[in-house]
């Protein structure tokens, strides 16, 4: 099956669902992408000489920060290889090693790459809720208050 054939089969299922059950699914896409945001970073996000990862908004420009690390990092072993050490302390920039810049480096591009789909779904969680009856409301919230309380 083709992706447009498949896009099309889901939305030919979503159509003959309740309004609730759709909205339901979309809540759980949302807290699904809601969990990378939520992610803890490991370093500050300050990597010297660039602005922060936890803000920035283009892929290149973390790309860039993660090069810089990853030269960063050889420099600091050529140099103490260069010194004749032996032994010699692990290499940190900005308060991170190479590991930690990694995982916020890839966890920032994740974000970033998720904000759209993000934006889009609670766009239709916006229009699907004005299409609810108030009834349908009301048992909405009902279940979901059944939900918390039986927790």
Known sequence: MSKQAGKQAIAVVLAGKPTSDVLGLLEEKIKSLKHIEETVYKTTGNLDGFP????????????????????????????????????????SVSGGNKEA??????????????????????????????????TEQKEMIMNDLAAFLTK
């Not at 920032?108 to 889009?120: G, P």
């Open 52 to 91: 922060d990862i936890k803000t920035e908004m283009k892929i290149e420009n973390l790309v860039r920060a993660m090069g810089s690390v990853l030269a960063r990092e050889q420099n600091y072993i050529d140099g103490a290889r260069a010194l004749g050490l032996d032994v010699y302390p692990a290499f």
């Open 101 to 134: 810049w990694l995982h916020d480096i890839k966890h920032r591009i994740a974000v970033i790459s998720q904000k759209d789909t993000l934006d889009q779904l609670n766009a239709f969680k916006t229009k699907i809720t004005g299409l609810m009856s108030a």
